[in-house]
């Protein structure tokens, strides 16, 4: 069972940059996807960035392309998130969870996806 820590949160300006850490631990991570989804004030969770345990293949939602970018380094058993660009829209609480049942990133659905560590909150705010 995988248990998972985020942090690397904030308040930055807009156009800043961060980088959220999502630290493993109680086993191997590298057998499941490992997503970021993100939480603002009163919307539901939505899926950021994907990487995949099985090929090392990377998923982004639309909103994010081209600003983050999801790596891990396996002997630290972290996935980080690099969040460059920040936009006031970015704020909300980031999560990392486990993809439950294969390695590959998918659709970045909700139901599909267990493990949940306790967030980060990330502030963009001039």
């Known amino acids: 069972q995988l248990q998972f820590v985020e942090s690397g949160g904030g308040l930055v300006q807009p156009g800043g940059s961060l980088r959220l850490s999502c630290a493993a631990s109680g086993f191997t991570f590298d057998y499941y996807a490992i997503t970021w989804f993100r939480q603002a004030p009163g919307k539901e969770r939505e899926g950021v960035s994907c990487?995949?345990?099985?090929?090392?293949?990377?998923k982004y939602a639309d909103s994010v392309k081209g600003r983050f970018t999801i790596f891990r380094d396996n002997a630290k058993n972290t996935v980080y998130l690099q969040m460059n660009s920040l936009k006031p829209e970015d704020t909300g609480v980031y999560y990392c969870a486990q993809r439950g049942h294969s390695g590959l990133c998918g659709g970045m659905r909700l139901d599909e996806y267990v493990n949940w560590g306790q967030g980060t909150q990330v502030t963009v705010s001039s």
């Open positions: 990487i995949s345990n099985d090929f090392g293949s990377t």
